[in-house]
RNA sequence: GGAGGAAUGGCCGAGUGGUUGAAGGCGGCGGUCUUGAAAACCGUUAUGCUCGGAAGGGCAUCGGGGGUUCGAAUCCCUCUUCCUCCGCCA
C-alpha cells in the first residue's frame, strides 16, 4: 500500500507514475475521501477535547459537593454526538483503506517505461541453447516414456494441473530441492524455515495477495485459511506487527514449500505438462532490509537465483519488468527465464521484486534503526531461488539425450545417490 | 473437548473509576567522571492522527471489538492468543 500522507501530497505525481503501469488513479474521489475524513477528524477531536476538560471539572465540582446534574447531562449529549462522528469517520476510514489497498505499487524510476511485457529489457544472459542432433522432446513425450511423470493418474487422483512424479522423477525433485536449500543456506546467508502452508487473510492481505487476487487462491471452506500461492506469504508475514532491530538487517529467509494457484483465467495456455500447475515446490528467497539498502540487495537477490542454474548448467537470461509488466506490488523486478529446448523458448522460472516499503506499510513491519532514530518501515524483497517443478522440467528437456534418457547434471548426482542418468523405469 | 488463570510501553513489571501516556527496573540514547573503558551519577527515551511556518498544542492508543459512565488500563459482555490441569489422539 502506498503512503497516504506521500498520496495526499503528492497526488499528480502519483497519478503520473500509475499511468506508466495502466493504473488510472482517481484523483477526485481520493480528494473527497481526504476531505471529508478531515473535517470529521476535526468535529470530534473538538468535542473530545470538551468532554475531557468538562470531565476535570465535574470531578472538581464533586469534590466541592456542587451539583453537576445539568452539567452531567449536556455531556452525555456530546458523548452520543461523538460516538456517531467515529462510527462514521471508522466507515469513511475503511473506504478510504479499500480505495488505497487496490492501488499498485509505483514503479521504480529506473524501470523501463511500458505497458507490456513486449516492453520489457533482457539485462543479461547465461549460456548457450543446447545444439541436439536430434529432434528434442517436450516433457511432456519424454517423461511418460520414462515413467517418471504419470499426469493421468494425477488428474483421476485430484484433477488436471497437479503433477504425480514417480521413482528418478521424484527423486529429482527431491534433489532440486536439496541442492537448492544447501546453496542458499551454505553459501548465500540465508536462514532456512518451514513456514504454514496455508495463510489467514490477514497475511494475505500484507504481501497483498488480497483484496485483489483472491480468485487466483484456493481458500478451505468455512475457514479464514488459503492455501498458499508461494512461501512468501507466510515467510513475509512472519515479522507481522513486528519491530526489529537495525543490527540484525538485512534478515534472509529461504523456504521450500509446495505453492497452491488456481491459475483462473490461465485456461488454455500452457495446457501441455507440467509448466503450469495447480500445485508445485518453489524454493523462496525473502529478504528484510533497509530502505537504503533494498535496490542492491535486489541484484543480489537476483544473482542467488541465478546462481543456481549456473551450477545446474542451464541456459538462462534475465529479463527486468517493463513498469505495466510489474506485479502489483513490486516497484522493481527481474525475471530469470530459463532455456526449453521443448518449447524452443526462454521460460520464466524465477521472478525477483523489491516491494520497498509496500508490503511492510500493510503488514506493518518496521525496524528501529541504530543510534536513537524513529522506527521506520522495513523494505522486503523476495524471489524464487527457483521453481522447482520448472528447474525439473529444464533439467529433463535441457539433458535429454538421442536414447531418451537424461542425464543428471554433475552437481546434482551427489543428492541422487551417485545416479548418472534416468533411464526407462516402471514403479507406478 | 472440559475446568481454571493470564494479556500493560523495546523488555520485565506496578497499577481495580477522576493530572495514569501510565510508578519502578532493565535496555537504548546524551552527558558528568575517567588516559580509555567499566562502575556510579544526571538527563532523556512510545506510536498513530491532527492543528501550526516553527515553537508548541489537541485527539486516540494498556491483546481485538462492543457496552456501562459526565469520565475506563481499572467495571460488564464478547472474540483472540498464551499458560496450567483433565480428557482424547499421534
Not at 469513511?92 to 479499500?98: K, M, S, V
Amino acid at each position: 500500500m502506498l503512503d497516504l500522507a506521500y498520496l495526499r501530497e503528492n497526488l499528480e505525481e502519483a497519478r503520473q507514475r500509475l499511468s506508466h503501469r495502466g493504473f488510472v488513479l482517481d484523483v477526485e474521489t481520493f480528494r473527497r475521501l481526504d476531505s471529508e475524513r478531515k473535517n470529521l477528524i476535526h468535529e470530534g477531536e473538538r468535542l473530545k477535547q470538551l468532554r475531557n476538560t468538562s470531565s476535570e471539572e465535574i470531578a472538581r465540582l464533586i469534590k466541592e459537593k456542587v451539583d453537576v446534574t445539568e452539567k452531567r447531562n449536556e455531556m452525555k449529549a456530546v458523548g452520543q454526538r461523538i460516538k456517531e462522528i467515529d462510527e462514521t469517520l471508522g466507515t469513511l476510514e475503511e473506504e478510504i483503506y479499500r480505495f488505497a489497498s487496490i492501488i499498485p505499487n509505483l514503479p521504480d524510476t529506473d524501470v523501463p517505461i511500458g505497458l507490456t511485457e513486449d516492453q520489457n529489457v533482457e539485462v543479461r544472459r547465461f549460456g548457450q541453447p543446447p545444439a541436439f542432433d536430434f529432434e528434442p522432446k517436450a516433457h511432456w513425450d519424454l517423461c511418460p516414456a520414462l515413467g517418471i511423470l504419470d499426469l493421468e493418474r494425477a488428474t483421476k487422483i485430484t484433477g488436471s494441473r497437479f503433477p504425480l512424479l514417480a521413482g528418478a522423477g521424484a527423486r529429482l525433485e527431491r534433489a532440486l530441492i536439496n541442492f537448492m536449500l544447501d546453496v542458499h543456506t551454505k553459501e548465500h546467508g540465508y536462514s532456512e524455515v518451514v513456514p504454514p502452508f496455508m495463510a489467514n487473510s490477514r497475511s494475505l492481505f500484507g504481501t497483498s495477495n488480497l483484496p485483489k487476487f483472491e480468485e487466483d487462491l484456493f481458500k478451505v471452506k468455512d475457514t479464514d485459511y488459503y492455501l498458499i500461492p508461494t512461501a512468501e506469504v507466510p515467510v513475509t508475514n512472519i515479522y507481522r506487527d513486528d519491530i526489529l532491530e537495525d543490527d540484525r538487517l538485512p534478515v534472509k529467509f529461504t523456504a521450500c514449500t509446495p505453492c497452491f494457484r488456481s491459475e483462473a483465467g490461465s485456461y488454455g495456455k500452457d495446457v501441455r505438462g507440467v509448466f503450469r500447475q495447480h500445485q508445485f515446490n518453489k524454493v523462496e528467497l525473502v529478504k528484510f532490509t533497509r530502505p537504503e539498502d533494498s535496490p542492491l540487495e535486489l541484484e543480489s537477490l537476483v544473482k542467488d537465483a541465478e546462481e543456481v542454474l549456473k551450477r545446474l548448467r542451464l541456459p538462462y537470461r534475465v529479463v527486468i519488468h517493463a513498469t505495466g509488466d510489474a506485479g502489483f506490488a513490486a516497484a522493481k523486478s527481474y525475471d530469470i527465464e530459463v532455456w526449453l529446448p521443448g518449447q524452443n523458448a526462454y521460460r520464466e522460472i524465477s521472478s525477483c521484486s523489491n516491494f520497498r516499503d509496500f508490503q511492510a506499510r500493510r503488514a506493518n513491519i518496521r525496524y528501529r534503526p541504530s543510534g536513537g532514530g524513529k522506527v521506520r518501515l522495513v523494505h522486503t524483497l523476495n524471489g524464487s531461488g527457483l521453481a522447482v517443478g520448472r528447474t525439473w522440467i529444464a533439467i529433463v528437456e535441457n539433458y535429454q539425450q538421442k536414447d531418451g534418457t537424461v542425464v543428471i547434471p554433475d552437481v546434482l548426482r551427489p543428492y541422487l545417490n551417485g545416479m548418472t542418468v534416468i533411464k526407462p523405469q516402471k514403479v507406478i
